[in-house]
């Protein structure tokens, strides 16, 4: 066998062996580029959300190529298939409508946060009636919690502006996922954290999926691939040291 032949029955068995190395499919991946520790494109690897996410669609066959939008854009991009992979929704039945989701690569406990000189406890959901509560609209804190006519909801477009109104007594409480939180306090308001509490019974657990437009008509593939790509890193230990390499934002 001459050097000609013998290289193209290498390349062909690597093939056979290893197609999603020797083939990847690009694939859209789209975030807010708002939401850190998770997703901002000024952190290392746009975040550690985009890094488990980008690194399991590798493994998974895929060559992602990450873009930003509002969260406004990405819901109506994902319903049209403008947009592949939302790489950081929490699940909502309405979402599953149009949304094939993965399994949860991470775990997202969502929190309360508080004035310390407010003499409140949160036990359980009766106990925010009577409360104004700054939210984000559209995000999906939990079904009950996004459906509640009792509770006063104030809605901001951010944060930060939350948080903000917290401090000067506009609003009683507002909440987001705890890694958020303290990233936001730490980052955007260090000297405030001394005034602020973030409450220890969270309102709910939510997973971090990825999230692939039904019209994509790989969708189904793409949701299968990237869940054992996840359970590999797992096993491997590539997700907890890139989790670890990410903590030193929200400590």
Known sequence: MNKYVHSIA?????????????????????????????????????????????TALKRAGYNPQVKTASLKQILEGSKT??????????????????????QPYLQSSIHFIKRKDTPFEYTWFDDLEGMTIGVIEDYAYEEDFNEAKAIDKVSASSLEENLQMLIDRKID?????????????????????????????????????????RQNPDHAMIVSRFNKAIAEMKEDGTHDMIVQKHKALYR
């Open 173 to 213: 409480l507002t909440l987001d996922d705890e890694r958020v939180l303290r990233y936001t306090i730490s980052q955007s308001m260090p000297q405030s954290m001394v005034m602020l509490d973030i409450i220890a019974k969270p309102l709910a657990m939510r997973g971090i999926n990825i999230g692939v437009s």
């Open 81 to 102: 298939g403008i947009y592949d992979v939302f790489a950081t929704p929490w699940y909502t039945m309405d979402r599953d409508q149009y949304l094939d989701f993965s």
């Open 10 to 54: 290498v390349t062909f068995l690597l093939f056979l062996v290893c197609p999603a190395t020797a083939m990847a499919f690009d694939i859209n991946v789209v975030h807010s580029g708002s939401w850190p520790p998770y997703a901002d494109e000024d952190l290392p690897e746009q975040g550690l959300a985009i890094d488990l996410v980008t």
